[in-house]
């Protein structure tokens, strides 16, 4: 997204679909232009590191925001079927860039 882009920031996407799933969905959408990784095999293995892989067998939707050092500034998790609202996330990261 140009707006994450315009403020330095990388977007990455996590799912365990496999790599030809993702594909697919991201030209359904009409393209997607962030990286989607798959956590397909073994499965669900870096969304369990991360605790956000839960009991139906995939990832939570969340945000984590980690800055050029490695370091994780914030963490949201969202409920099942709620967007995170680019707007906020976007303010949240000026915020964290001193803007």
């Not at 995939?58 to 050029?68: L, Q």
Request: hydrophobic share 40%; glycine share 12%.
């Amino acid at each position: 997204m140009k707006q994450f882009d315009e403020k330095g920031a990388q977007l990455l996407g996590l799912s365990c679909d496999p790599v030809p799933a993702l594909k697919v969905w991201a030209q359904a959408l009409g393209g997607i232009n962030h990286p989607l990784l798959s956590d397909f095999y073994p499965h669900g293995k870096a969304s369990t590191g991360l605790g956000i892989f839960n009991a139906g067998g995939y990832p939570n939707r969340s945000i984590t925001m980690i800055d050029p050092k490695g370091v994780v500034r914030t963490f949201h998790e969202y409920p099942a079927g709620t967007l995170p609202q680019v707007a906020d996330v976007l303010a949240e990261l000026a915020s964290l860039q001193g803007h």
